[in-house]
């Protein structure tokens, strides 16, 4: 019986966990994975300062957050994030209020608004 708990278990992490792992190794940071809409703005060893604009409708190319970070809005949006595994997610920003944007496997972000998102993100190296 625990054999085959074990065995299920090793089954399901490996069906479903560490495709998901891979897919975020693969993924590349934001500003490599899609220069059309992540600028990197400054950078020195402790700091990477990246600024983002989609477009209406836009959705960007699959990318990471390698390391926890803070966005700070631009403009009021509203974004889908759908990761490459689960579940898609709305969110919503407002211009100048900051949040914090966790570790992040491979994923796309979709401009949902009808007009141009704008924000900053600011990655602690």
């Known amino acids: ?3 085959s708990a074990a065995f299920a278990f090793a ?3 490996t069906a479903y966990v560490a495709p998901s792992m891979a897919l975020a ?3 590349p940071p934001t500003y490599i994975a899609d220069p059309s809409v992540y600028k990197l703005i400054f950078e020195d060893p402790i700091f990477r300062v990246i600024a983002a604009t989609w477009r209406p409708g836009q959705t960007d190319k699959p990318h990471s957050h390698p390391v926890p970070s803070v966005v700070y ?3 009021n949006c509203t974004i889908k994030l759908t990761p490459a ?3 898609p997610r709305i969110v919503k920003t407002t ?3 900051p949040g914090t944007v966790p570790y992040e496997a491979a994923h796309t972000a979709t401009n ?3 007009w141009t998102c704008r924000a900053v993100f600011v990655e602690h190296k």
């Open 11 to 13: 089954l399901a992490f």
């Open 1 to 3: 019986m625990i054999r």
């Open 73 to 75: 809005p631009l403009t």
């Open 95 to 97: 211009a100048g209020h």
């Open 85 to 87: 595994w689960g579940e």
């Open 25 to 27: 190794q693969e993924a």
């Open 112 to 114: 949902l608004s009808r």
